[in-house]
């Protein structure tokens, strides 16, 4: 059993329960957990036995209660000669140096400000910004020894150095 103090309004409707802070989102509760309300606190239960479920609904609940005071936000930084990305409607479109423009479609739960060459993601969602940020480096993977590429910009990258010859 855990249990979340409530400073937010919220509504139970067919096990998706819907939070309202300074933003607004909604996710649903799994079969095996139930949420009952006493004195100012939300209880998490479960019907099984297995602590894993609770624990692990209990981190994405509160995840969720932070990103909806303040939103997640992840920065990418982009690096390279004639790299470009901008977005066309609900499209993220990159120009990095492929045959083809690289497309992807910007979640409606995700929002995106591009400054110069840094990306900024934003959502109350943290665990789909991780996945969705994760998806936008694969595209192109930072070179440390060109030093070009797309990368998050809180890690910490050794710039390597070619070959010297004798």
């Known amino acids: 059993m855990k249990q979340i103090k409530i400073n937010f ?8 329960i819907f939070l309202k802070k300074k933003y607004f989102c909604f996710f649903k509760i799994p079969v095996d957990i139930y949420l009952l309300e006493k004195n100012m606190f939300l209880e998490i239960k479960s019907f099984s036995e297995k602590k894993k479920n609770i624990n692990s609904f209990y981190k ?33 479109i990159f120009n990095l140096g492929f045959s083809k423009e690289k497309i992807l479609i910007i979640p409606i739960y995700i929002k995106i400000n591009i400054i110069k060459n840094k990306i900024h993601l934003f959502s109350i969602y943290k ?36 070959k010297k010859k004798q």
């Open 9 to 16: 309004s919220y509504l139970i409707k067919n096990n998706i």
């Open 60 to 92: 994405i609940f509160l995840n969720i209660l932070k990103g909806l005071e303040t939103p997640w936000e992840i920065i990418l930084e982009f690096s390279g000669i004639g790299y470009k990305i901008y977005i066309k409607e609900n499209f993220l």
């Open 127 to 162: 665990d789909k910004l991780g996945v969705f940020s994760n998806k936008i480096t694969l595209i192109k993977k930072y070179n440390p020894y060109k030093k070009k590429g797309i990368f998050l910009i809180n890690n910490f990258f050794l710039k390597k150095s070619n």
